[in-house]
Structures are given as structure tokens and as C-alpha cells.
């Protein structure tokens, strides 16, 4: 039972440009969120969160919106750096000190 | 600061041994995390160790077991390997305010290949 969705495996973004990565939910008691990035041969490192009480948080090029009713989160990232290609995972913390993750999207950045 | 630090980078296996997988949080975190992320797949949460203990356990067999020692550094045996047992092993720590933030710090992981 997938209960975080990204199902875009990989995206492809000009240099500059606005990078979106989507995750979707189902279940609603998930009222935490949170974006790791990961290069290769490297943990994930924690990016940004967003609380359910929030629909938007930024911090820098980054911004995460939150749509509780669609059940579905996306990141923001602009501009677009080649540095910024990596793989993205969102993830939702359960009980326990679990942290229920995506199947992640690979960000291509392109000079 | 040292971040997480795994041991060791890379393990190979044969089907039906054991293997041991190492794990030393940040200095300060007494909470270790493990997760398997097989390929193609998101990390899957295996087991949460705090303060020598289990606290959670994922959606896997027994023969995945662990333990925490006092210093909080942290092992991970996966008995009678099997096959699809070949993964990156991640392991994570966090602190008292990582517990409620959720916050927790990934070290590079543990390829482990069952051959």
C-alpha cells in the first residue's frame, strides 16, 4: 500500500527555468510533510517541510505548496540550477519515527 | 561535525549467509533510523532504535533484526539473505527535536549485493 505517490520518475528542465516535482497522498492523517534530496552514492538530505496548517512554505528557490483537499503536494524550484539535479523524495512521518517515503523523481538539469 | 557514517560502503553476499551492516550516528542523536531502498523503489522504514531500544519495527521479516549500543551506534543482521534482500541500506539518526520535527540525517549507506 503506496501511501506517498510520485509518479513521475524523472523530469527534465532547462537551466533557469521552474522545476515542479509532485507527490501525491492518501491518507489523511498525514499532517506533516517533508522533501529529501539525494545525489548519487550520498544519504538524502532534508530540504524543506510544510505543515498541514500551512499551504505554502519557501526558503530560498524553493517552495513547497500543499493542496489538502487533492491530497497532493509539489515542489518548487526557481530558478533552475544544474547543481539542483538529484534524486527528490517527499515523505510524510507516521507513528513510531517512521517516515513513509516516495518512490522519488530524478531531477535533470540542463545547461 | 561528523555526519551519519555507514560501514561497510559495499557488502557481498551469497544466498542463505548473514550479513552485519554498521551504522554511527551524529554525536548528540540518540535515535537511529534503518531503511532499505530497493531498486526502482522509495526507502522503506525497517526498524527505529532509541536509547538501546525498539521502538518501531516496519512491515518486515525477523530475520531483519538490529540493535542500538550505549554508545548509540547501531547494527543491522539480515539473516538467510535472500535474493531480493539486495538493496541500499540507509541508515538515519536525529535527536530529541528530531523526534518531533521529523528531522532526521541520512548517512550514504550500506549496497548490499545477494548473489
Known amino acids: 500500500d503506496q501511501q506517498v505517490k510520485q509518479n513521475s520518475p524523472s523530469l527534465s528542465v532547462q537551466e533557469g527555468r521552474i522545476s515542479i516535482l509532485n507527490c501525491d497522498y492518501t491518507n489523511s492523517m498525514f499532517d506533516y510533510f517533508l522533501w529529501y534530496k539525494k545525489y548519487p552514492a550520498e544519504g538524502p538530505t532534508f530540504l524543506i517541510s510544510i505543515s498541514s496548517i500551512k499551504d505554502k512554505n519557501e526558503d530560498g528557490r524553493f517552495t513547497v505548496f500543499l493542496n489538502k483537499s487533492a491530497k497532493h503536494l509539489s515542489l518548487h524550484i526557481v530558478p533552475s540550477q544544474p547543481g539542483d539535479s538529484a534524486v527528490y523524495f517527499c515523505?510524510?512521518?507516521?507513528?513510531?519515527?517512521?517516515?513513509?517515503f516516495g518512490q522519488g523523481t530524478e531531477l535533470s538539469v540542463k545547461p | 561535525e561528523a555526519g551519519v557514517t555507514q560501514s561497510p560502503t559495499h557488502l557481498i553476499k551469497t544466498r542463505g549467509q548473514q550479513a552485519t551492516l554498521r551504522c554511527s550516528p551524529i554525536s548528540g542523536h540518540t535515535s537511529v533510523y534503518w531503511y532499505q531502498q530497493a531498486l526502482g523503489l522509495g526507502l522503506q522504514f525497517l526498524l527505529w532504535y532509541d536509547e538501546g531500544e525498539e521502538r518501531n519495527r516496519g512491515n518486515f521479516p525477523p530475520r531483519f533484526s538490529g540493535r542500538q549500543f550505549p554508545n548509540y551506534s547501531s547494527e543491522l543482521n539480515v539473516n538467510a539473505l535472500e535474493l531480493e534482500d539486495s538493496a541500499l541500506y540507509l541508515c538515519?539518526?536525529?535527536?530529541?527535536?528530531?523526534?518531533?520535527?521529523?528531522?532526521?540525517?541520512f548517512g550514504p549507506g550500506t549496497r548490499l549485493t545477494v548473489t
Open positions: 538515519a539518526s536525529s535527536d530529541r527535536l528530531g523526534q518531533l520535527n521529523y528531522e532526521q540525517y
Open positions: 515523505a510524510a512521518p507516521n507513528q513510531g519515527g517512521k517516515l513513509i
